[in-house]
């Protein structure tokens, strides 16, 4: 076999006089070592790197809204697939290693940092770009790198800090870099990309990662590692890069008004089935399971194997205020009947504001109403997911101002203001820190901040303990070792495909 294989090579050599056989890429096709060169082939790099934002968000309600008080699912006994009994397991704290979406959730935060360590890496030497554009690509890439980060510390503690590009086999393998860590990098790479982002040109923004973005990402992480005064000089500077409230509650998920002045920083999404649409799938995902959605989208959509998740809970609903414009713009109700095979057969779609039964014979449940405009296609809508808006700056500097004893009440109550509730007017801090709490519960429902919000408040488990006991009184469904909530279950662990693989790893505790 060796001699043929000689031979072979021979006949090659001889052959390759005039013509190199071992030059396998022609000259007008891309390669890894001749791509990464001009700003146009960064800027399509960078674009990649914020691709895989959609699948994060597609997923992440699984792990950081039906983790919480706000959401829960439509069951269905009568299929007890992986797909349905691993999500299940997430909402009820019943999840393990092996669980197929908080694997998901893992690979596409790393996806998003591996494309954004190669250009970070690649600009260092990339001649052909210039100095402006360099450091607009870098400074997204960092914001993106940071972002991801912040979302897998806070699921998982403590990760591996994959910080270049990955080049061989070796760089593929890192040990878990310590929670302290993972925020230094976080803190040092949302600094960098506010130096190197431009603030918005103009409203409706690009969609792409501004000054402004960078901003409330590094304030919300000082936060959460309780630098007040911090985040305090940080979000004073948003309104003068142009940001501020909409006059609707509701305008700041209409896809017609996307990018706008409160939206900091929001993943895109484009409806219909035109090459290059990007639609947003989690409008049928957040709706009873049914062979026919039109009541409620507009097109006959069947979602019986998408549907019955982050459904709104009573306890939630129950806790908006007499007159609170967020409730109907949040939520809405679908009347029907289910059948033997637990999909649902709409009837009717009624305003939540007020409701109190439905009539003989129906069943009525809640539905998240914040991402329903219309479905432009089958496969999903034009509406966009929020990740930072402004109303949430002013949250956070309502708390920042609360905790160092300085009043909160001027950005607390420009929120409620616009919800069309009266003003807070206490000024003892426990009592306000209650209350800013509550408002961002409200404010912020079914934007994955719920459940981030209970563990750093240091309530997860006792306000998920209570919730879950409430919860099995009005549901039959639930497994009696439902909702036991544990310290150790305010960490997920880390998917075991990947402490298989991986001897440098450890397990989180409980797992």
């Avoid at 069943?363 to 496969?379: D, I, L, N, S």
């Avoid at 034009?382 to 009440?409: K, M, T, V, W």
Wanted: hydrophobic letters at 40%; a neutral charge; one cysteine or more.
């Amino acid at each position: 076999m060796k001699k043929y294989i000689v031979i072979a090579l021979l006949g090659l050599t001889a052959a390759s006089c005039k013509k190199s056989f071992t030059d396998l890429s022609p000259k007008s096709s891309y390669s890894d070592a001749n791509y990464y060169q001009t700003t146009q082939q960064f800027g399509a790099a960078v674009t990649a790197a914020y691709a895989p934002l959609r699948d994060v968000v597609v997923n992440d309600y699984l792990m950081s809204e039906m983790r919480s008080d706000n959401a829960i699912y439509q069951s269905i006994l009568s299929n007890r697939g992986t797909a349905y009994t691993d999500r299940e397991a997430l909402c009820e704290f019943m999840d393990a290693s092996t669980n197929s979406y908080n694997a998901t959730e893992w690979q596409y935060c790393y996806q998003v940092i591996s494309r954004a360590n190669i250009v970070i890496s690649r600009l260092r030497t990339a001649t052909a770009v210039n100095a402006d554009s360099a450091k607009f690509y870098d400074g997204q890439c960092k914001f993106l790198r940071a972002l991801m980060y912040f979302k897998l510390v806070r699921l998982y503690g403590g990760v591996p800090l994959f910080l270049k590009e990955v080049k061989t086999p070796q760089d593929a393998f890192l040990a878990r870099s310590t929670s302290d860590q993972v925020y230094t990098q976080i803190v040092a790479d949302a600094g960098d990309a506010i130096k190197e982002l431009p603030v918005p040109a103009a409203f409706p923004q690009s969609g792409v990662a501004t000054k402004g973005a960078a901003t409330v990402l590094l304030a919300d992480v000082d936060v959460y590692l309780k630098k007040y005064a911090d985040a305090v000089s940080l979000l004073n500077t948003l309104p003068a890069m142009g940001y501020g409230l909409n006059a609707n509650y509701a305008d700041a998920f209409n896809p017609a008004s996307k990018n706008g002045k409160e939206s900091l920083f929001e993943v895109q999404f484009l409806g219909g089935t035109v090459t290059g649409s990007t639609p947003n799938p989690l409008v049928y995902h957040f709706l009873p399971r049914s062979s026919s959605t039109a009541l409620v989208t507009g097109l006959a959509i069947n979602n019986q194997s998408t549907g019955g998740w982050n459904t709104p809970t009573k306890d939630l609903i129950g806790s908006y205020e007499a007159g609170d414009k967020r409730l109907d713009a949040s939520i809405g109700i679908v009347e029907g009947t289910y059948n033997a095979s637990d999909y649902f057969t709409y009837s009717a779609v009624k305003s939540v504001v007020g409701y109190t039964a439905p009539p003989a014979g129906k069943v009525a449940v809640p539905y998240v109403k914040k991402y329903e405009h219309g479905a432009a296609a089958v496969t999903g809508s034009s509406d966009d997911f929020p990740i930072y808006r402004y109303s949430e700056a002013l949250l956070l500097l309502a708390e920042a101002l609360n905790e160092q004893g300085q009043s909160p009440l001027v950005p607390l109550n420009a929120v409620r203001a616009r919800a069309g509730l009266a003003d807070v007017t206490a000024t003892d801090q426990t009592t306000l820190r209650a209350a800013i709490l509550h408002e961002r519960r409200i404010e912020l429902s079914f934007e994955d901040k719920r459940w981030h919000d209970l563990v750093r408040s240091g309530t997860a488990v006792a306000v998920m303990n209570a919730f879950g006991t409430n919860l099995k009184t009005q549901i039959s469904y639930l497994p009696s070792g439902s909702y036991a909530v544990t310290d150790n279950r305010l960490l997920y662990p880390l998917p075991q495909a990947e402490v298989g693989l991986n001897t440098l790893l450890t397990q989180n505790l409980g797992y």
